[in-house]
Protein backbone atom coordinates (compact mmCIF):
# COMPACT_ATOMS: atom_id res chain seq x y z
CA UNK A 1 0.00 0.00 0.00
CA UNK A 2 1.31 3.38 -0.88
CA UNK A 3 2.46 5.49 1.38
CA UNK A 4 -0.09 8.69 1.72
CA UNK A 5 1.53 11.76 1.11
CA UNK A 6 1.34 15.21 2.18
CA UNK A 7 1.59 18.39 0.88
CA UNK A 8 2.83 21.73 2.57
CA UNK A 9 2.11 24.54 -0.13
CA UNK A 10 3.61 28.44 0.49
CA UNK A 11 1.77 30.48 -1.13
CA UNK A 12 0.98 34.43 -0.36
CA UNK A 13 3.47 34.38 2.03
CA UNK A 14 1.47 31.88 4.14
CA UNK A 15 2.00 28.13 4.76
CA UNK A 16 -1.03 25.99 4.14
CA UNK A 17 -0.97 22.33 5.70
CA UNK A 18 -3.68 20.09 4.78
CA UNK A 19 -5.95 19.62 8.00
CA UNK A 20 -4.73 16.38 10.21
CA UNK A 21 -0.96 16.42 9.59
CA UNK A 22 0.39 17.00 13.00
CA UNK A 23 3.89 17.99 14.28
CA UNK A 24 6.99 16.18 13.07
CA UNK A 25 5.34 15.04 10.13
CA UNK A 26 7.01 14.64 7.08
CA UNK A 27 5.61 16.56 3.94
CA UNK A 28 6.61 17.75 0.28
CA UNK A 29 7.11 21.25 0.10
CA UNK A 30 5.80 23.39 -2.86
CA UNK A 31 6.86 26.63 -3.43
CA UNK A 32 6.09 29.77 -6.25
CA UNK A 33 8.64 29.43 -8.88
CA UNK A 34 9.77 32.48 -8.11
CA UNK A 35 11.08 30.92 -4.81
CA UNK A 36 13.41 28.94 -7.01
CA UNK A 37 16.23 29.36 -9.45
CA UNK A 38 14.94 26.86 -12.28
CA UNK A 39 16.67 26.79 -15.91
CA UNK A 40 16.37 24.33 -18.97
CA UNK A 41 19.62 22.70 -19.37
CA UNK A 42 20.83 21.08 -21.76
CA UNK A 43 23.15 17.80 -20.21
CA UNK A 44 25.41 16.09 -22.56
CA UNK A 45 25.24 12.37 -22.88
CA UNK A 46 28.83 11.77 -20.80
CA UNK A 47 27.65 14.09 -18.39
CA UNK A 48 23.75 12.25 -17.67
CA UNK A 49 25.35 10.99 -14.43
CA UNK A 50 26.58 14.06 -13.10
CA UNK A 51 23.51 16.10 -14.08
CA UNK A 52 23.59 18.06 -11.07
CA UNK A 53 27.34 19.55 -10.87
CA UNK A 54 26.69 19.95 -15.07
CA UNK A 55 23.86 22.33 -13.61
CA UNK A 56 25.36 23.57 -11.16
CA UNK A 57 27.63 26.27 -12.50
CA UNK A 58 24.16 27.40 -14.82
CA UNK A 59 21.87 27.81 -11.92
CA UNK A 60 24.94 29.71 -9.39
CA UNK A 61 24.90 32.45 -12.39
CA UNK A 62 21.78 33.07 -11.98
CA UNK A 63 22.05 33.23 -8.00
CA UNK A 64 21.60 36.34 -6.32
CA UNK A 65 24.17 34.73 -3.53
CA UNK A 66 26.56 33.24 -5.65
CA UNK A 67 28.84 32.23 -2.73
CA UNK A 68 26.14 30.13 -1.41
CA UNK A 69 26.26 26.70 -1.86
CA UNK A 70 23.63 25.42 -3.93
CA UNK A 71 21.61 22.02 -3.86
CA UNK A 72 20.66 21.32 -7.63
CA UNK A 73 17.98 18.74 -8.41
CA UNK A 74 17.38 17.93 -12.70
CA UNK A 75 14.06 16.34 -13.55
CA UNK A 76 14.88 14.47 -17.37
CA UNK A 77 11.68 15.81 -19.35
CA UNK A 78 13.44 14.78 -22.71
CA UNK A 79 15.99 12.40 -24.37
CA UNK A 80 17.73 13.76 -27.25
CA UNK A 81 20.28 12.49 -29.47
CA UNK A 82 23.32 13.67 -27.44
CA UNK A 83 21.86 14.09 -24.07
CA UNK A 84 19.24 14.99 -21.88
CA UNK A 85 17.02 18.02 -21.46
CA UNK A 86 16.17 18.84 -18.42
CA UNK A 87 14.66 21.16 -15.91
CA UNK A 88 17.48 22.13 -13.23
CA UNK A 89 16.10 23.69 -9.86
CA UNK A 90 17.52 24.82 -6.70
CA UNK A 91 16.24 26.83 -3.91
CA UNK A 92 18.52 29.57 -2.38
CA UNK A 93 18.72 28.80 1.17
CA UNK A 94 19.93 32.70 1.65
CA UNK A 95 16.16 33.76 0.11
CA UNK A 96 14.11 31.18 2.49
CA UNK A 97 14.45 32.06 5.76
CA UNK A 98 10.56 32.59 5.73
CA UNK A 99 10.20 29.29 4.65
CA UNK A 100 12.41 27.58 7.26
CA UNK A 101 10.75 30.01 10.07
CA UNK A 102 6.99 28.84 8.61
CA UNK A 103 7.96 25.39 8.70
CA UNK A 104 9.73 25.28 11.88
CA UNK A 105 6.90 27.07 13.23
CA UNK A 106 4.69 23.95 11.83
CA UNK A 107 6.96 21.51 12.88
CA UNK A 108 7.31 19.89 9.98
CA UNK A 109 10.05 17.92 8.18
CA UNK A 110 10.22 18.31 4.31
CA UNK A 111 11.41 15.55 2.55
CA UNK A 112 11.05 16.98 -0.87
CA UNK A 113 11.04 20.83 -2.47
CA UNK A 114 8.91 20.97 -5.66
CA UNK A 115 7.46 23.98 -7.46
CA UNK A 116 4.01 24.43 -7.01
CA UNK A 117 3.92 25.72 -11.01
CA UNK A 118 4.97 22.36 -11.98
CA UNK A 119 2.20 20.89 -9.76
CA UNK A 120 -0.21 23.33 -11.59
CA UNK A 121 1.06 22.20 -15.31
CA UNK A 122 0.52 18.54 -14.51
CA UNK A 123 -3.23 18.91 -12.89
CA UNK A 124 -3.87 21.36 -15.81
CA UNK A 125 -2.60 19.29 -18.57
CA UNK A 126 -5.92 17.90 -19.20
CA UNK A 127 -7.60 20.80 -19.60
CA UNK A 128 -4.75 23.09 -21.67
CA UNK A 129 -5.95 20.51 -24.56
CA UNK A 130 -1.93 20.34 -25.94
CA UNK A 131 -1.62 17.04 -26.41
CA UNK A 132 -0.62 16.04 -29.98
CA UNK A 133 0.24 19.40 -30.96
CA UNK A 134 4.09 19.83 -31.28
CA UNK A 135 3.83 23.48 -32.14
CA UNK A 136 5.66 26.42 -29.76
CA UNK A 137 2.89 27.34 -27.04
CA UNK A 138 2.91 29.62 -23.97
CA UNK A 139 0.97 28.67 -20.62
CA UNK A 140 0.81 31.21 -18.34
CA UNK A 141 -0.85 30.17 -14.39
CA UNK A 142 -1.32 33.63 -12.20
CA UNK A 143 -0.73 33.06 -8.68
CA UNK A 144 -0.76 34.97 -5.11
CA UNK A 145 3.17 35.37 -5.66
CA UNK A 146 3.87 35.67 -9.33
CA UNK A 147 3.13 34.38 -12.97
CA UNK A 148 4.41 30.86 -13.72
CA UNK A 149 5.61 31.16 -17.39
CA UNK A 150 6.16 28.18 -19.69
CA UNK A 151 7.28 27.80 -23.04
CA UNK A 152 6.60 24.62 -24.99
CA UNK A 153 7.08 22.25 -27.90
CA UNK A 154 4.60 20.09 -27.66
CA UNK A 155 5.07 18.16 -24.14
CA UNK A 156 8.18 19.80 -23.93
CA UNK A 157 9.49 22.54 -21.59
CA UNK A 158 12.01 24.83 -23.13
CA UNK A 159 11.89 27.86 -21.12
CA UNK A 160 10.24 28.09 -17.90
CA UNK A 161 10.41 31.58 -15.72
CA UNK A 162 8.80 33.55 -12.94
CA UNK A 163 7.10 36.85 -13.73
CA UNK A 164 6.38 38.98 -11.52
CA UNK A 165 3.07 40.26 -10.88
CA UNK A 166 3.36 44.07 -12.10
CA UNK A 167 5.89 43.15 -14.98
CA UNK A 168 5.54 44.50 -18.22
CA UNK A 169 4.01 41.42 -19.78
CA UNK A 170 4.83 42.00 -23.43
CA UNK A 171 8.18 42.46 -22.29
CA UNK A 172 8.66 39.45 -20.19
CA UNK A 173 6.91 37.55 -22.95
CA UNK A 174 9.29 38.43 -25.52
CA UNK A 175 11.98 37.56 -23.68
CA UNK A 176 10.93 34.39 -22.57
CA UNK A 177 10.36 33.67 -26.44
CA UNK A 178 13.94 34.37 -27.14
CA UNK A 179 14.83 31.90 -24.35
CA UNK A 180 13.04 29.40 -25.90
CA UNK A 181 14.49 30.00 -28.91
CA UNK A 182 17.89 30.20 -27.58
CA UNK A 183 16.98 27.12 -26.39
CA UNK A 184 14.56 24.69 -28.69
CA UNK A 185 15.28 26.65 -31.71
CA UNK A 186 13.47 29.11 -33.55
CA UNK A 187 9.57 28.18 -33.68
CA UNK A 188 6.73 30.23 -34.12
CA UNK A 189 4.37 30.67 -31.26
CA UNK A 190 1.12 29.20 -31.92
CA UNK A 191 -1.20 30.08 -28.74
CA UNK A 192 -1.13 31.52 -25.58
CA UNK A 193 -2.76 29.81 -22.73
CA UNK A 194 -3.55 31.95 -19.80
CA UNK A 195 -4.63 30.31 -16.69
CA UNK A 196 -6.05 32.30 -13.81
CA UNK A 197 -5.57 35.96 -13.29
CA UNK A 198 -3.02 37.50 -15.43
CA UNK A 199 -3.18 40.58 -17.28
CA UNK A 200 -2.92 39.26 -21.10
CA UNK A 201 -3.78 42.81 -22.28
CA UNK A 202 -1.66 43.14 -25.59
CA UNK A 203 -0.80 39.33 -25.98
CA UNK A 204 -2.47 38.24 -28.79
CA UNK A 205 0.09 40.25 -30.31
CA UNK A 206 2.29 37.20 -30.17
CA UNK A 207 0.03 34.53 -30.51
CA UNK A 208 -3.92 33.86 -30.35
CA UNK A 209 -4.74 33.94 -26.65
CA UNK A 210 -7.06 31.30 -25.17
CA UNK A 211 -8.25 31.85 -21.77
CA UNK A 212 -8.51 28.20 -19.58
CA UNK A 213 -11.12 28.34 -15.97
CA UNK A 214 -9.16 27.49 -13.13
CA UNK A 215 -12.06 24.93 -11.91
CA UNK A 216 -10.96 21.42 -11.47
CA UNK A 217 -7.12 22.49 -11.55
CA UNK A 218 -6.03 21.11 -8.80
CA UNK A 219 -1.85 22.40 -8.05
CA UNK A 220 -1.50 20.23 -4.61
CA UNK A 221 -2.91 16.50 -6.40
CA UNK A 222 -0.61 18.00 -9.01
CA UNK A 223 2.23 18.06 -6.56
CA UNK A 224 0.99 14.83 -4.79
CA UNK A 225 1.33 12.97 -8.32
CA UNK A 226 4.93 14.42 -8.63
CA UNK A 227 5.86 13.49 -5.02
CA UNK A 228 5.18 9.58 -6.00
CA UNK A 229 7.72 9.64 -8.85
CA UNK A 230 10.91 8.93 -8.06
CA UNK A 231 12.47 11.06 -10.95
CA UNK A 232 10.49 14.01 -10.42
CA UNK A 233 12.68 17.40 -9.53
CA UNK A 234 13.73 17.77 -5.68
CA UNK A 235 14.82 20.87 -5.07
CA UNK A 236 15.87 20.27 -1.05
CA UNK A 237 18.89 21.88 -0.17
CA UNK A 238 21.28 20.09 2.05
CA UNK A 239 21.17 21.95 5.41
CA UNK A 240 17.24 21.07 5.58
CA UNK A 241 17.99 17.02 3.97
CA UNK A 242 20.47 17.19 7.19
CA UNK A 243 18.33 18.51 9.63
CA UNK A 244 15.39 15.78 7.58
CA UNK A 245 18.13 12.97 8.17
CA UNK A 246 18.59 13.86 11.41
CA UNK A 247 14.83 14.37 12.26
CA UNK A 248 14.21 11.01 11.24
CA UNK A 249 17.44 9.74 13.44
CA UNK A 250 16.31 10.75 16.04
CA UNK A 251 12.52 9.34 15.27
CA UNK A 252 14.00 6.12 15.38
CA UNK A 253 15.69 6.32 18.42
CA UNK A 254 13.45 7.69 20.01
CA UNK A 255 10.97 4.57 18.66
CA UNK A 256 13.64 2.40 19.55
CA UNK A 257 14.40 3.65 23.28
CA UNK A 258 10.55 3.35 23.57
CA UNK A 259 10.24 -0.17 22.65
CA UNK A 260 13.53 -1.22 24.03
CA UNK A 261 11.86 0.79 27.18
CA UNK A 262 8.77 -0.56 27.31
CA UNK A 263 9.83 -3.91 26.99
CA UNK A 264 12.09 -3.20 29.96
CA UNK A 265 9.00 -1.72 31.83
CA UNK A 266 7.24 -4.79 30.71
CA UNK A 267 9.68 -6.97 31.49
CA UNK A 268 10.06 -5.28 35.26
CA UNK A 269 6.20 -5.75 35.68
CA UNK A 270 6.29 -8.92 35.22
CA UNK A 271 9.23 -9.44 37.34
CA UNK A 272 7.95 -7.89 40.62
CA UNK A 273 4.24 -8.79 39.41
CA UNK A 274 4.10 -12.54 38.93
CA UNK A 275 5.00 -12.92 42.58
CA UNK A 276 2.01 -9.97 43.74
CA UNK A 277 -0.74 -11.95 41.16
CA UNK A 278 0.55 -15.64 43.12
CA UNK A 279 -0.09 -13.71 46.38
CA UNK A 280 -3.20 -12.55 45.08
CA UNK A 281 -4.41 -15.80 44.21
CA UNK A 282 -3.23 -17.58 47.33
CA UNK A 283 -5.45 -15.02 48.86
CA UNK A 284 -8.37 -15.83 47.00
CA UNK A 285 -7.65 -19.13 47.93
CA UNK A 286 -7.47 -18.94 51.85
CA UNK A 287 -10.56 -16.50 51.38
CA UNK A 288 -12.36 -19.63 49.52
CA UNK A 289 -10.61 -22.03 52.15
CA UNK A 290 -12.38 -19.76 54.94
CA UNK A 291 -15.59 -19.74 52.77
CA UNK A 292 -15.70 -23.63 53.38
CA UNK A 293 -14.37 -23.91 56.56
CA UNK A 294 -17.42 -24.46 58.64
CA UNK A 295 -18.63 -27.22 56.40
CA UNK A 296 -15.39 -28.73 56.45
CA UNK A 297 -14.42 -29.15 60.33
CA UNK A 298 -17.39 -31.08 60.35
CA UNK A 299 -16.94 -33.32 57.92
CA UNK A 300 -12.78 -33.46 59.44
CA UNK A 301 -14.63 -34.12 63.13
CA UNK A 302 -16.71 -36.81 61.86
CA UNK A 303 -13.41 -38.46 59.99
CA UNK A 304 -11.70 -37.94 62.54
CA UNK A 305 -14.01 -40.07 64.78
CA UNK A 306 -14.06 -42.14 62.20
CA UNK A 307 -10.25 -42.85 62.19
CA UNK A 308 -10.13 -42.94 65.69
CA UNK A 309 -12.47 -46.07 65.86
CA UNK A 310 -10.60 -47.39 63.18
CA UNK A 311 -7.25 -47.10 64.61
CA UNK A 312 -8.78 -48.80 68.03
CA UNK A 313 -10.19 -51.77 65.63
CA UNK A 314 -7.58 -51.89 63.17
CA UNK A 315 -4.50 -54.33 64.78
CA UNK A 316 -2.57 -54.97 61.51
CA UNK A 317 0.29 -52.75 62.91
CA UNK A 318 -0.78 -53.65 66.69
CA UNK A 319 1.23 -54.59 69.69
CA UNK A 320 0.02 -58.67 69.07
CA UNK A 321 1.12 -58.84 65.04
CA UNK A 322 3.99 -57.15 65.73
CA UNK A 323 5.11 -59.55 68.47
CA UNK A 324 3.80 -62.05 65.78
CA UNK A 325 5.85 -60.38 62.72
CA UNK A 326 9.26 -60.63 64.92
CA UNK A 327 9.17 -64.17 66.27
CA UNK A 328 8.26 -65.59 62.77
CA UNK A 329 11.36 -64.22 61.42
CA UNK A 330 13.66 -65.06 64.54
CA UNK A 331 16.27 -67.55 63.98
CA UNK A 332 16.68 -70.67 66.40
CA UNK A 333 18.92 -70.10 69.54
CA UNK A 334 17.98 -66.93 69.53
CA UNK A 335 16.06 -65.21 72.68
CA UNK A 336 14.73 -61.80 72.64
CA UNK A 337 15.15 -59.94 76.33
CA UNK A 338 13.57 -56.53 76.22
CA UNK A 339 11.11 -55.22 74.21
CA UNK A 340 9.46 -51.67 73.81
CA UNK A 341 6.74 -50.99 71.99
CA UNK A 342 4.79 -47.94 71.28
CA UNK A 343 2.22 -48.48 68.19
CA UNK A 344 2.58 -46.52 65.17
CA UNK A 345 5.79 -45.01 66.54
CA UNK A 346 8.95 -47.14 67.40
CA UNK A 347 9.88 -50.79 68.54
CA UNK A 348 12.86 -51.29 70.39
CA UNK A 349 14.15 -54.62 71.29
CA UNK A 350 17.29 -56.43 72.58
CA UNK A 351 18.35 -60.32 72.21
CA UNK A 352 20.73 -63.17 72.57
CA UNK A 353 22.22 -65.44 69.84
CA UNK A 354 22.73 -68.32 72.43
CA UNK A 355 25.56 -69.95 69.79
CA UNK A 356 27.04 -66.60 69.08
CA UNK A 357 26.63 -66.81 65.64
CA UNK A 358 26.36 -63.44 64.45
CA UNK A 359 25.63 -63.94 60.93
CA UNK A 360 22.69 -65.37 62.33
CA UNK A 361 21.23 -62.06 63.66
CA UNK A 362 22.03 -59.67 60.40
CA UNK A 363 19.92 -62.30 58.55
CA UNK A 364 16.70 -62.41 61.41
CA UNK A 365 17.67 -58.40 60.95
CA UNK A 366 17.49 -58.69 56.86
CA UNK A 367 14.36 -61.06 57.33
CA UNK A 368 12.03 -57.87 59.71
CA UNK A 369 13.17 -55.43 57.07
CA UNK A 370 11.27 -57.90 54.15
CA UNK A 371 7.98 -58.46 56.02
CA UNK A 372 5.33 -57.13 54.14
CA UNK A 373 2.61 -55.08 55.96
CA UNK A 374 0.23 -57.23 53.62
CA UNK A 375 1.34 -60.34 55.05
CA UNK A 376 -0.77 -59.21 58.14
CA UNK A 377 -3.08 -56.88 56.77
CA UNK A 378 -3.96 -59.33 53.57
CA UNK A 379 -4.83 -56.49 51.62
CA UNK A 380 -3.46 -55.93 48.10
CA UNK A 381 -3.06 -52.51 48.37
CA UNK A 382 -0.82 -53.01 51.03
CA UNK A 383 1.28 -54.90 48.46
CA UNK A 384 4.51 -52.67 48.73
CA UNK A 385 4.55 -51.62 51.78
CA UNK A 386 6.97 -52.62 54.15
CA UNK A 387 5.71 -53.65 58.08
CA UNK A 388 8.43 -51.41 59.48
CA UNK A 389 9.61 -48.43 57.50
CA UNK A 390 13.06 -48.76 58.66
CA UNK A 391 15.16 -51.46 60.75
CA UNK A 392 18.78 -50.74 62.40
CA UNK A 393 21.31 -52.58 64.76
CA UNK A 394 22.10 -49.08 66.69
CA UNK A 395 24.94 -51.04 68.47
CA UNK A 396 25.43 -53.51 66.32
CA UNK A 397 26.05 -57.34 67.61
CA UNK A 398 28.51 -57.41 70.67
CA UNK A 399 29.62 -60.92 71.62
CA UNK A 400 29.62 -61.79 75.67
CA UNK A 401 31.63 -65.49 76.19
CA UNK A 402 30.26 -67.94 73.86
CA UNK A 403 27.13 -65.69 72.98
CA UNK A 404 26.27 -62.62 71.37
CA UNK A 405 24.00 -59.90 72.07
CA UNK A 406 22.52 -57.14 70.17
CA UNK A 407 19.12 -54.59 69.97
CA UNK A 408 16.77 -53.74 67.06
CA UNK A 409 15.23 -50.67 66.51
CA UNK A 410 12.26 -50.91 64.53
CA UNK A 411 10.59 -47.85 63.09
CA UNK A 412 7.14 -47.56 62.30
CA UNK A 413 6.26 -43.49 61.86
CA UNK A 414 4.43 -42.76 58.40
CA UNK A 415 3.30 -46.24 57.96
CA UNK A 416 0.38 -46.14 60.39
CA UNK A 417 -2.31 -46.77 57.53
CA UNK A 418 -5.89 -46.50 57.54
CA UNK B 1 24.74 16.22 27.29
CA UNK B 2 24.72 19.56 25.73
CA UNK B 3 28.13 19.12 23.87
CA UNK B 4 27.16 15.38 22.55
CA UNK B 5 26.35 14.53 18.96
CA UNK B 6 23.84 13.02 18.14
CA UNK B 7 25.28 9.42 17.92
CA UNK B 8 27.04 9.76 20.74
CA UNK B 9 23.64 10.71 22.30
CA UNK B 10 22.29 6.91 20.80
CA UNK B 11 25.64 5.15 22.00
CA UNK B 12 24.81 6.52 25.49
CA UNK B 13 20.92 5.53 25.23
CA UNK B 14 22.39 1.72 23.62
CA UNK B 15 24.66 1.95 27.19
CA UNK B 16 21.64 2.68 29.49
CA UNK B 17 19.52 0.91 27.85
CA UNK B 18 22.03 -2.60 28.16
CA UNK B 19 22.57 -1.67 32.23
CA UNK B 20 18.42 -1.81 32.67
CA UNK B 21 18.40 -5.32 30.99
CA UNK B 22 21.82 -6.22 32.82
CA UNK B 23 19.95 -4.87 36.12
CA UNK B 24 16.90 -7.08 35.81
CA UNK B 25 18.65 -10.20 34.54
CA UNK B 26 20.65 -9.59 37.72
CA UNK B 27 17.68 -9.16 39.77
CA UNK B 28 16.01 -12.62 38.48
CA UNK B 29 19.14 -14.49 39.25
CA UNK B 30 19.24 -12.93 43.08
CA UNK B 31 16.71 -13.66 44.67
CA UNK B 32 13.64 -12.82 42.29
CA UNK B 33 13.37 -16.22 40.91
CA UNK B 34 13.16 -17.40 44.92
CA UNK B 35 10.32 -15.33 45.05
CA UNK B 36 8.42 -16.67 42.11
CA UNK B 37 9.35 -19.93 43.39
CA UNK B 38 8.26 -19.22 46.47
CA UNK B 39 5.32 -17.54 45.95
CA UNK B 40 4.29 -20.21 43.72
CA UNK B 41 4.87 -22.75 46.13
CA UNK B 42 2.46 -20.98 48.58
CA UNK B 43 -0.37 -21.13 45.79
CA UNK B 44 0.44 -24.52 44.73
CA UNK B 45 -0.15 -25.56 48.81
CA UNK B 46 -3.13 -23.59 48.96
CA UNK B 47 -5.12 -25.17 46.36
CA UNK B 48 -3.87 -28.36 46.82
CA UNK B 49 -5.51 -27.45 50.73
CA UNK B 50 -8.88 -26.09 48.93
CA UNK B 51 -9.35 -28.73 46.41
CA UNK B 52 -8.89 -31.64 49.47
CA UNK B 53 -11.16 -29.89 51.49
CA UNK B 54 -13.33 -29.68 48.75
CA UNK B 55 -13.00 -33.44 47.92
CA UNK B 56 -13.55 -33.72 51.66
CA UNK B 57 -16.99 -32.08 52.20
CA UNK B 58 -18.18 -33.46 48.78
CA UNK B 59 -17.44 -36.98 50.63
CA UNK B 60 -19.72 -35.98 53.61
CA UNK B 61 -22.43 -37.93 53.07
CA UNK B 62 -20.19 -40.96 52.59
CA UNK B 63 -18.15 -39.99 56.05
CA UNK B 64 -21.41 -39.34 57.95
CA UNK B 65 -22.28 -43.21 56.46
CA UNK B 66 -19.06 -44.36 57.26
CA UNK B 67 -19.62 -42.68 61.04
CA UNK B 68 -22.88 -44.10 62.13
CA UNK B 69 -21.45 -47.80 60.99
CA UNK B 70 -18.42 -47.43 63.15
CA UNK B 71 -20.38 -45.89 65.51
CA UNK B 72 -22.83 -48.72 65.63
CA UNK B 73 -19.83 -50.85 67.21
CA UNK B 74 -18.82 -49.09 70.23
CA UNK B 75 -19.97 -50.27 73.40
CA UNK B 76 -22.25 -47.58 75.30
CA UNK B 77 -21.73 -46.52 79.00
CA UNK B 78 -24.55 -45.16 81.78
CA UNK B 79 -24.39 -41.98 81.76
CA UNK B 80 -22.65 -41.06 85.03
CA UNK B 81 -20.72 -44.14 85.60
CA UNK B 82 -16.76 -44.12 85.44
CA UNK B 83 -15.21 -45.97 82.33
CA UNK B 84 -12.20 -46.28 84.70
CA UNK B 85 -14.45 -48.91 86.80
CA UNK B 86 -15.72 -50.60 83.76
CA UNK B 87 -13.12 -50.43 81.66
CA UNK B 88 -10.37 -51.85 84.27
CA UNK B 89 -12.92 -54.37 85.59
CA UNK B 90 -13.25 -56.06 81.85
CA UNK B 91 -8.98 -55.49 81.49
CA UNK B 92 -8.76 -56.97 84.82
CA UNK B 93 -11.18 -59.87 83.87
CA UNK B 94 -9.63 -60.59 80.60
CA UNK B 95 -5.98 -60.62 81.75
CA UNK B 96 -7.13 -63.06 84.77
CA UNK B 97 -8.53 -65.56 82.54
CA UNK B 98 -5.41 -65.52 80.54
CA UNK B 99 -3.18 -65.86 83.77
CA UNK B 100 -1.73 -62.57 83.38
CA UNK B 101 -1.24 -60.57 86.83
CA UNK B 102 -2.02 -57.09 87.28
CA UNK B 103 -0.01 -55.60 90.10
CA UNK B 104 -0.85 -52.22 88.85
CA UNK B 105 -3.86 -50.01 87.51
CA UNK B 106 -4.05 -46.43 86.44
CA UNK B 107 -6.81 -44.99 84.63
CA UNK B 108 -6.04 -42.10 82.19
CA UNK B 109 -7.78 -39.08 81.50
CA UNK B 110 -11.29 -39.25 79.32
CA UNK B 111 -10.95 -37.53 76.11
CA UNK B 112 -13.61 -36.54 73.68
CA UNK B 113 -14.03 -36.60 70.21
CA UNK B 114 -17.38 -35.75 68.79
CA UNK B 115 -20.03 -38.00 70.33
CA UNK B 116 -17.03 -40.54 71.30
CA UNK B 117 -14.84 -40.99 74.44
CA UNK B 118 -11.99 -42.35 74.47
CA UNK B 119 -9.48 -42.94 77.57
CA UNK B 120 -6.31 -45.10 78.80
CA UNK B 121 -5.85 -47.69 81.25
CA UNK B 122 -2.28 -48.48 82.52
CA UNK B 123 -1.24 -51.17 84.00
CA UNK B 124 1.82 -53.52 85.31
CA UNK B 125 1.40 -57.13 84.63
CA UNK B 126 3.61 -60.38 84.69
CA UNK B 127 2.94 -63.53 83.05
CA UNK B 128 4.17 -66.34 80.75
CA UNK B 129 4.72 -65.48 76.47
CA UNK B 130 2.19 -67.56 75.48
CA UNK B 131 -0.54 -65.94 77.86
CA UNK B 132 0.34 -62.54 77.23
CA UNK B 133 -0.59 -63.73 73.72
CA UNK B 134 -3.70 -64.86 74.61
CA UNK B 135 -4.63 -61.76 76.50
CA UNK B 136 -3.52 -59.56 74.05
CA UNK B 137 -5.70 -62.03 71.57
CA UNK B 138 -8.76 -61.88 73.94
CA UNK B 139 -8.54 -58.09 74.60
CA UNK B 140 -8.58 -57.15 70.35
CA UNK B 141 -11.45 -59.34 69.81
CA UNK B 142 -13.40 -58.91 72.95
CA UNK B 143 -17.08 -57.87 72.64
CA UNK B 144 -16.87 -56.34 75.81
CA UNK B 145 -14.96 -53.46 74.42
CA UNK B 146 -13.09 -51.61 72.13
CA UNK B 147 -9.62 -52.07 73.14
CA UNK B 148 -6.26 -51.50 71.81
CA UNK B 149 -2.63 -52.18 73.24
CA UNK B 150 -0.75 -48.74 72.56
CA UNK B 151 2.30 -49.22 74.54
CA UNK B 152 3.79 -52.91 75.84
CA UNK B 153 7.16 -53.16 77.37
CA UNK B 154 8.50 -56.32 78.87
CA UNK B 155 11.73 -58.13 80.11
CA UNK B 156 12.45 -61.53 81.73
CA UNK B 157 10.49 -61.65 85.15
CA UNK B 158 11.86 -63.38 88.69
CA UNK B 159 9.96 -66.83 88.11
CA UNK B 160 11.74 -68.59 85.19
CA UNK B 161 9.83 -68.34 81.90
CA UNK B 162 7.91 -65.25 83.16
CA UNK B 163 7.71 -61.60 82.03
CA UNK B 164 6.66 -58.14 83.56
CA UNK B 165 6.52 -55.09 82.39
CA UNK B 166 4.10 -52.16 81.58
CA UNK B 167 1.12 -52.11 78.95
CA UNK B 168 -0.78 -49.08 78.01
CA UNK B 169 -4.53 -49.72 76.28
CA UNK B 170 -6.70 -47.67 74.75
CA UNK B 171 -10.78 -47.90 75.40
CA UNK B 172 -13.33 -46.49 72.73
CA UNK B 173 -16.93 -45.42 74.13
CA UNK B 174 -20.08 -43.53 73.64
CA UNK B 175 -22.03 -42.42 76.81
CA UNK B 176 -25.91 -42.75 77.18
Known sequence: ?418 | MGGMSLREKAVLAAIAMVALYALAAAYWFMGCRETWADASKRLTKMKSRYEMERKMISERADWDERYVEEASQIPVVEARQGSDTVWMGAVDKIAEKNYITVSDRKPGKEEMSGDMQQTTVELKWTGAVESLVKFMHELENTEEGKFDVQELSFKPGRAKGFMSGDMKITCIFKRK
Open chain 1, 1 to 418: MAEEVHIAVFEGGELTVPAGVGKGREVAFAVPLNRLLIKMVRVPADRRDDMADYAMPILKAMSPYPDEPLTVSCEVVREVEDGVVVVAAALPEGSSDDLATALDDAHLNVMRVDALALGELRSAWPKLALDGDTARKMVLFGGKDCISLFVLDGDCPVAIRALSSGCNMRREVMLSLLDAEEFGGASALSEIVVVGDVPAEGLDAFAPVRTVGREGIDPVAGIAERTMEATSLNALPDSWREVLDETRFKRKMKTWLGTAGGVWLLVMAVLFGVPKVYDYMTHRQETMCKAHKASYNKVREKKDQVEAVRLVSNHDLGALETLRVVTSVLPENVTLKRWNFKRGDKLTFSGVAEDGDQQKIYSFKDGLSGVMLSQVSEREEDGDTPFFTDVVLPSGVRSKGATATFDVDCDFKAKEVE
